[in-house]
């Protein structure tokens, strides 16, 4: 079973608006989500991540939303930039497992147009 | 800091022949991941080293594959003999010994069995 989903395989936005990218969890064990850009042929890069103790984490353009009792995550990008244009992963953990092992959604794949 | 370096980063190989895959961590860093990534999917852990020690194996395919961690740095992941549905990106990725949940990845081998 999917237990960290992405619906929506793209997104497209224009330069300088908004982009919101979504994601939706099942084992309500998670504690720790983090968000990862991949651009071809490279590998994942970290961008950022939120505790299941907070709702909100910031860091500059990029703000990541937590709302448990939905089980919802999303990723704002304020404003977009034709830069941004990757693969955009979240991913969960179970930090009481000990198994340091996260559980990645399939990825939406984000275009930014000029 | 240099990255995780991942070598090849690309492979063609005929079904049933072996193949190897080498992953050198960042600095310091004792956990280790080998992540295999299907196109359209996020990756899935395979493995996962505490310095020498495999933890966690339960999703590797232990009939075809092996890993290796000695001394505790550099990895090796196996597969003999490769078959069609091995064709995927493998993904190495490192974490601090912090207690640090997020992981940091490689660029990834491109393997392509034919």
């Known amino acids: 079973d999917q237990q960290v989903k992405q619906n929506s395989p793209s997104l497209s936005v224009q330069e300088g608006r908004i982009s919101i990218l979504n994601c939706d969890y099942t084992?309500?064990?998670?504690?720790?989500f983090l968000w990862y850009k991949k651009y071809p042929a490279e590998g994942p890069t970290f961008l950022i991540s939120?505790?299941?103790?907070?709702d909100k984490n910031e860091d500059g353009r990029f703000t990541v939303f937590l709302n448990k009792s939905a089980k919802h995550l999303s990723l704002h990008i304020v404003p977009s930039q034709p830069g941004d244009s990757a693969v955009y992963f979240c991913?969960?953990?179970?930090?009481?497992?000990?198994?340091?092992?996260?559980?990645f959604g399939q990825g939406t794949t984000l275009q930014v147009k000029p | 800091e240099a990255g995780v370096v991942q070598s090849p980063r690309y492979k063609i190989i005929e079904k049933k022949q072996p193949v190897a895959f080498w992953c050198n961590p960042i600095?310091?860093?004792?956990?280790l991941y080998w992540y295999r990534q299907n196109l359209g999917q996020g990756p899935e852990l395979l493995i996962r080293?505490?310095?020498?020690?495999?933890?966690?194996d339960s999703q590797l395919p232990k009939d075809r594959f092996s890993a290796e961690r000695l001394k505790g740095v550099d990895s090796t992941l196996k597969i003999q003999p490769a078959e069609l549905g091995d064709s995927a990106v493998y993904l190495c990725?490192?974490?601090?010994?912090?207690?640090?949940?997020?992981?940091?990845f490689g660029p990834g081998t491109r393997l392509l069995v034919l």
């Open positions: 990725a490192s974490s601090p010994p912090t207690g640090e949940e997020t992981q940091y």
């Open positions: 084992n309500s064990m998670f504690d720790y």
């Open positions: 939120i505790s299941s103790i907070k």
């Open positions: 991913a969960a953990s179970d930090g009481s497992s000990n198994t340091g092992k996260l559980i």
């Open positions: 600095s310091g860093h004792n956990t």
């Open positions: 080293y505490e310095n020498e020690e495999a933890v966690d």
